[in-house]
Structure formats: C-alpha cells, structure tokens
C-alpha cells in the first residue's frame, strides 16, 4: 500500500506492529470474558429480567462478538490459529460459520481489488451491466444497501442467504472443508438453540430472528461505508472518528484505514497509531472521513451514501 511519503516514513513496519502485539493481550481476553459472560448471563436471566433490557442488551453482545471474531482471525488475543478457532467457532451470531467468515475476510485483504464487484467478497456494488438486467426489486435492494436503514433491515436478509449458499457451492470448490465446517455450524447451532429453549426459555425462531438477525444489522452498520470506489486504493478506504461506545463495539474497526494498512496490530493499539499519524493517514485515504457513526445515521438513514453502481467499468465490459 503506497501512502503518503511523510507517514511512510513514520508509521511502524508491519514487522513492528505484530512485534507491539506480542504477550498477553489482556484488552483482548477482557473482551472475551465480558462478551462471553455477557451473553451467559444475560441469556441465564432471561425469564428474571425484562425483555426491555435483556433484548437490546443481548442484540449488543452478539453485535461485539462479531467485532470479536474480526479481532480472532487477524491473530488475536495468540498467535495460534487453532486456538482463536475455538474461541470463535461459537455459534452466538448464528448466522456465519467462523471459517466462512474468516476465508472470506482475508480475500478482502486484497486492497488493490476492494470494491470491485465479483471479486471483492465484501463489496457492495454491482457492475453496470448486472445492474441494467436487474428487475424493480432487485435494483430497490442494491439501491437500499446503501442506506442505513436499509443496510440494518434488508442486510442482513441479503447477507445470510448468500452465506448459506456456501453449503452447495462451497464443497465444488473446498470439498470436504466445506462439509467439515457446516457441520460443525450446524451442529453447535443445534445444541445452543436447544439449550437456550430448555434452560433459558428463549425460542430459537425469536433467538435467530429477534436477536442474531438484528445484531448483524447493527455489526453491519460498521461496514455500511466503509469503502467506496476509486483509483487509489488507500482512498477507498474510511476514517469514522467514532464516540468511545461505537470504538468499544466495533473495537475500532472504524479507524478501517488503520486496520486495512496495518491488519495485525492489535485492536487497543489502533487509536494510537491513528493519533500519530492523522495526517498523513487522511493524505492516504484522500480524506475519506466520517465524523461519528451519529453523523452517517442522521445523514443516510434514508438517502443513499453513493450509487450502488460500480463507476470502475465502461458499459459493455464483461461482469
């Protein structure tokens, strides 16, 4: 990734930043007790608490375990993959095998491709040519995608069918990898649907749809903009100068340039490295910058961000 001159020869090497990650990651492993803990005792107190607190509470702590699992495939709180495998493989967000997620984020580590449709796994846009064959509905999805309301509502409905798709498609491709990681899914899915309706009374319809599918929206919102199309890939990617709570939840995912430059460092160490070099970060990224997750709110609740519309290919080009 090529940035501005005077960050380049500030910022820490790639090598430093994994180095600053080295010990015991204790900002992580709190995260893991609280969201872990979280979840346990809010799901525990469920027929003692009102549903007014444990539901928003427990749509939150799935949210976070999200973010948490974001933090788990980029090598944290160890260094041993097979570990921050088990800590990531429960099924509280329901809806994404870890292993699907993790593959699937990693291919978007590729910023040289971010945002480019058919390629880029995480991408919102389409091409001009898939978008001129689309019908009524499927232009007023890809076109509510890119608002916040939209993204919270409709996201996570186009999110998770095209995730469970990979239960056909993927063994073409992955064979027994893919049988081996929906099984296991599937199976811990199972057991905690199970065990929440036996030993919590929570239904697991009101759990997949009244919990883990509005924690995705909200895990969603994070991503709402954070890339857009443009010649330089530094500058697809954001800055949102988030309030604390947000930079909790998200665990400063937000500062996405940070992360996308530096995707090993740790994600208590991003703040830091941001403040450092603002300026040259916001040189690199072409001041691609949201002042808080209120201001995207207030401003895309209902009017779209950009054009879903991929303005990187000429009309009549392949998809």
Aim: net charge positive; proline share 8%; charged share 15%.
């Amino acid at each position: 990734m090529t940035l501005h001159t005077e960050f380049q020869r500030s910022k820490p090497t790639p090598q430093a930043a994994r180095a600053s990650g080295n010990g015991f990651e204790w900002p992580t492993w709190l995260v893991v007790l609280a969201v872990y803990g979280g979840w346990a005792g809010l799901v525990l107190g469920y027929r003692s608490l009102p549903l007014w607190l444990t539901w928003p509470a427990l749509v939150v702590v799935v949210a976070w375990f999200m973010s948490l699992q974001h933090e788990l495939l980029h090598g944290h709180p160890t260094r041993n993959k097979a570990f921050n495998r088990l800590l990531g493989l429960f099924p509280m967000s329901a809806w994404y095998p870890y292993d699907v997620y993790r593959d699937s984020h990693l291919a978007h580590h590729r910023d040289e491709l971010l945002t480019t449709p058919g390629i880029d796994p995480e991408s919102n846009y389409v091409h001009p040519d898939v978008y001129a064959r689309m019908n009524l509905w499927q232009r007023f999805r890809v076109w509510a995608l890119r608002t916040v309301v939209g993204r919270f509502l409709v996201g996570p409905g186009v999110t998770i069918p095209a995730v469970w798709k990979d239960i056909v498609t993927g063994v073409r491709g992955r064979g027994w990898v893919c049988v081996r990681t929906w099984v296991v899914h599937i199976g811990l899915l199972a057991l905690m649907l199970w065990w929440l309706d036996k030993a919590a009374g929570i239904d697991p319809w009101w759990y997949l749809f009244g919990v883990a599918y509005p924690a995705l929206g909200l895990a969603m919102l994070r991503s709402f903009n954070e890339h857009r199309p443009a010649a330089i890939p530094t500058q697809r990617i954001v800055v949102n100068e988030a309030a604390w709570p947000w930079q909790l939840l998200f665990l400063n995912n937000n500062f996405h340039s940070v992360h996308h430059d530096l995707p090993g460092l740790a994600w208590y160490r991003i703040p830091a490295a941001y403040r450092a070099n603002r300026d040259a970060y916001l040189a690199g990224n072409g001041h691609y910058l949201m002042p808080g997750y209120g201001h995207v709110i207030a401003r895309y609740a209902l009017r779209p961000v950009d054009s879903p519309i991929h303005p990187g290919f000429g009309p009549g080009t392949k998809p």
